[in-house]
Nanobody, 124 residues
Framework: QVHLVESGGGSVQAGESLRLTCVVS????????LGWFRQAPGKEREGVAAYYFQGPTYRDIVKDRFIISQDIDNNELYLQMNNLKPDDTATYYC???????????????????WGQGTQVTVSS
């Protein structure tokens, strides 16, 4: 059974940075499509960054500010978030889907595995 555990959230001022970490246990991350979603209060969950066939990919709302990376040897996925804005305030989730089938990577139902989430709060 694969488990995803996020950490690294916190409260920061606008313009500051945070780095989220997701530890993948139970299997190698290389066997999965991995990504990060977020959910703000009263809003739908939305994808922000993911690894897919073509490699790292980003939603326009975070492009040039967020960087997704992974350390396969240590079974970790990261999300470096720079120049944070108050609109980035949300609970951030690490997500995974076993490789083998294609799909819509920004569709939350594409991912069968979710972490418990880590809260990011950005104040102006």
């Amino acid at each position: 059974q694969v488990h995803l555990v996020e950490s690294g959230g916190g409260s920061v001022q606008a313009g500051e940075s945070l780095r989220l970490t997701c530890v993948v246990s139970g299997d190698s991350p290389s066997n999965y499509y991995l990504g990060w979603f977020r959910q703000a209060p009263g809003k739908e969950r939305e994808g922000v960054a993911a690894y897919y066939f073509q490699g790292p990919t980003y939603r326009d709302i975070v492009k040039d500010r967020f960087i997704i990376s992974q350390d396969i040897d240590n079974n970790e996925l990261y999300l470096q978030m720079n120049n944070l804005k108050p609109d980035d305030t949300a609970t951030y989730y690490c997500v995974a889907r076993r490789r083998g089938t294609s799909g819509r990577i920004w569709d939350k139902d594409f991912y069968s595995l979710w972490g418990q989430g880590t809260q990011v709060t950005v104040s102006s």
